[in-house]
């Protein structure tokens, strides 16, 4: 006899539980936590560790007066599917102390994942601002190194990114000047008329000559003690990723074992490849992570009208991820993000317009990408593409993640 505990379903039944399960996946993770009245949730990370039983999502969002609300949920499960959560929004952050340092000195909050980092902006409406953030302690310490080191290692190079200044530092918190310029999306988004083209194409220029400018430093010392980050880190960190995504039921079911057989496959092809002399990278470039401006005079920002595009001044944010890394993975990781801002609706033309002025600004700089062969590079852009549709499927709609995981956007 069977155990009564234990529910028996016919294969028709199974079948149609299978389909209810899969409907639900198909409605995007953020609409199925609730939220406070008045909130909307903009964002969701896996919280916990790979492994560990009732791991929590992070999340955050604006409630209707537009702050910025950070909150955990656990989640509700049934057959592997989210279903729902309990939420629980913070007013404190206790893993991150120096929060409420900068809470208290009037600094408006503007990004929060919980338990993992901040960003405020202080100053009053008019007068000089910065931005604040807040880590734990010891990324906070990482973070300040490796900013130094690339900052050494660049030196006077020329092409060489500007970095973000920090203009004081504490135990767990940097104070950063407001760095100058537009970042790639915006650019994107600016139209397609021949002025706007003509800025994304040397927007695209200047950042693969400062990526460039990274790559032809790394034999500086200054860069010798920055960790490595290879093929077979790009493949754990996908594989987690995936992991993720299966263990929080974010994609359908036919969606996640098609992600899962292609991230088996590409973690595989990364293996295998041979190895070439690491270089000195940013090992998180996308389009937010590249300020843009053109000097010039009349122009208090230097975005509003294309002047030369050699004079172009290009703004790294976020080098606290800086490592030595294979030359195609900054490459990569920027064209995957691209990709993805086309699949959302960025103007064809500006995309293409941009990655036109990578390949001539890496053609221009002698780029070590370049020695590696087209298959290289798309075996890694392949990967980052993998990555995305996992991190996104906590974040945006399924249908268009779907469409990426089309054969045609994979191949």
Known sequence: MKPSNVEVLDPRERRQDERRQDERRQVP???????????????AWPGGRPGEQDRPLVL????????????????HLRSGVLTGAHVQVLRE????????????EGAVLVGHRAGKRAVLRSGAAGAPQSFLKVARPAATRTALARLHAVDAALGGHPGRPALVEVTGAAEGLLRLRP??????????????DPAALARC???????????GALAAVTASPAAAGLPVHDAGA????????????????VLA???????????????DALLALPPVPPVLSHRDLHEAQ???RFPQPGCSDGVGALADPGAAVVTFLDVDTAARADPCLDAANLLAHLDLALVRGAAPAAVAAVRAGLREGWAACGHPLLDSGPQRLALWRTAARLRLVAVHAFRGSVSDLAHWIGCHALR
């Open 29 to 43: 993770l953020l609409q199925r936590v609730p939220a406070p009245a008045g909130t909307t949730w903009h964002r």
């Open 60 to 75: 955050e969002g604006r409630d209707a007066d537009g702050h910025v609300v950070a909150a955990t949920a656990r989640p």
């Open 93 to 104: 952050d206790h893993r991150l102390p120096a929060l409420g340092t900068a809470r208290a």
């Open 179 to 192: 760095a100058m310029g537009c970042d790639l999306s915006a650019l994107l988004a600016a139209g397609e």
């Open 201 to 211: 194409h040397a927007a695209g220029r200047a950042t693969a000559v400062a990526g």
């Open 234 to 249: 790009e493949a754990a960190v996908l594989r987690r990723w995936a992991g993720d995504a299966r263990d929080f039921g």
């Open 253 to 267: 079911s036919a969606q996640a074992a098609r992600l899962n057989a292609l991230v088996t496959a590409v973690g």
């Open 290 to 292: 590249v300020l843009v």
